[in-house]
């Protein structure tokens, strides 16, 4: 894995310094400790740090093609290389390299912007076509790898984190207050925003074609929907394995070190047990325990371990939020208040004292529909369609009037007012509002007069609208796993893993969002074989029902948890009343901080209705004001 960034000036005249490229490629130093590569012609600069995979001996970027007109840097691994390079060598394409970079280069000049449509894998990539005086930035179809891009009118500059483009003094710090909002409504900043205003995120399945007369911006790729449930049970599973197990192996291919992220869910179990058929030597395994057993999932991976006979280690650790929010601010350089975040950057940290490359069964649960809150609104749209109208007109809306907001054993009911207010509001209502970390009517209570008038009418369910309007129609399961591959997987899941693995310097990989498996299973899987009997992942159940154990096959989902609660009632007790309440925070007029102290009381007592995760989220936004808005060095921070 690797980190690119890049200026490009508009007016030729205008020199990119050298010293500005070097600085933005020190701070992606962790994305890539193995090496640096600087290009540098006139108004032009890019710049690359090297996690070294493959071809270790010559595949130093920045690389260029035979006669030096167009220069490449990427991020990411293509892993139908060795195929396409050999079709371009047939097109008469001399190659000096066994790079996969190296194939991208020619395939751009033998495509040109659609040689992206022909690359399997992950990938930010940054072109410098000279002859044509364009940059042309793009990035993989699920969002695995990030990149951020700043365009004015005199240039233009890219980098795969927010930070290096910060390097250039020139780019303002200014607050984009609606994303500041999107933050608080989902715990990150989502879709092409960033907290700041003018940097922006090329969205995932999308390239980017910069130019001095233009800036020219198309989505490259998307799920198409096919009619689905044409053949039986057996075709699907057997499909889905063969593809499955081609997604593995092309994903082995590595000149270091590799194993596995292995938790003992379904889907690190899935990708376990293919890893364990295809290779030789017993698969790498990592896992993290914890001290409390509510969080603890370390029997299960040791189960899973022990089926397939691999080499494994694990660490029970003790997450330290303290020592953590340094590292959480360091390396997403936005506000994300995902504390899974924590438990992540732990299990890579152990991966790394073994290997370089770990794969992972991200995306499972978007692709093959084992969120629980899948079954409980499926659960909940049925019955509400056995209801008269006249009860979700009058009756239950009534009830909701008289049903308490907080403090009461009833407001834990089912699922609180969710389950009252799904029974009587249309469903496209319901969910997207569903979708938000702090509803409407807490930020109202929390946000100052002075922020919301910086905010507007600016409502945040409009990050996720236009990819419910694609799907409205389809089956509602459908429809729900579509909105988080689009959103919440590439906003959340995917820069989590992202920043927590590069932190440590791991390359992680994702055979589950193989762009043909995702393909297959929107396109061809029906609903009923993903969600079957209230049995989630039926399908993919399936694939692996002879491998393991019953326990594995039968589990729950349950994924990486933290004590949050128990965190801002302990050890961060006085950081939260120090950071979050000093006059620096008060000053700055976004909160209203007699309601905050009022919920913070609520949360000390451990009052039901109270907002630990929320009050998780404030600490770290006033954590990276403090140091991306008032400068404050890492080592500062006194936490």
Known sequence: MCGICGVYEFDKDVRVERSLIKNMCDVLVHRGPDEEGIYLDRNIGIGHRRLSIIDLSTGHQPLCNEDGTIWIVFNGEIYNYLELKEFLIQKGHVFKTNSDTETIVHLYEEMGKDFVSRLRGMFSVAIWDSLKKRIIL???????????????????????????????VRVPREIDFEAM??????????????IFKRIQKLLPGHILICSQEKVEIREYW??????????????????????????????????????????????????????SK??????????IGFEKKEFDESEFARTVAMSCHTDHHELIVKPEAVEMLPKLICHFDEPFADASAIPTYYVSKKAKEYITVALTGDGGDEVFGGYNEYRQVLFEHFISSFLPGFMKKDVIPFLLGCYPKQNSWLSSL?????????????????????????????????????????????????VL????????????????????LKTYLPNDVLVKVDRMSMAVSLETRCPLLDHKVVEFAFQEIPANLKLKCNQSKYILKKVMWDWFPAEIRKRRKKGFSVPVAHWLRGELKPIVEEILFDNRSRQRGYFDFNYLQSRWKQVQEGQRGSMPKHFWALLIFELWCKVYLDGLAMNELKV
């Open 138 to 168: 793009a990035r993989d179809r699920l969002g695995k790898k990030p990149l951020y891009y700043f365009i004015n009118e005199k240039r233009c500059l890219f980098g795969s984190e927010l930070k290096a483009i910060l390097q250039d």
């Open 181 to 194: 909002d999107d933050y608080f409504s989902f715990f990150c900043v989502p879709g092409e925003k960033s």
């Open 222 to 275: 998307d799920v198409i929907f096919d009619e689905q449930g044409k053949e039986g049970e057996r075709y699907y599973k057997e499909k889905l394995e063969e593809l499955l197990e081609d997604a593995v192996k092309c994903r082995l291919i590595s000149e270091v070190s590799l194993g596995a992220f292995l938790s003992g869910g379904i889907d690190s179990s899935v990708v376990v047990g293919l890893m």
């Open 278 to 287: 295809l290779l030789k030597d017993p698969v790498l395994t990592t896992t």
């Open 414 to 462: 089912f699922r609180g007012r969710d389950f009252f207010r799904s029974l009587s509001t249309p469903f496209e209502i319901f969910y997207l509002e569903h979708k938000l970390r702090f509803q409407v009517e807490d930020k109202n209570h929390m946000y100052s007069h002075d922020l919301k008038s910086k905010i507007g009418n600016y409502n945040a369910i409009s």
């Open 465 to 484: 609208e236009p990819y419910f309007k694609r799907v409205q129609g389809m089956n509602i399961l459908t429809q729900m796993q579509y909105l988080d």
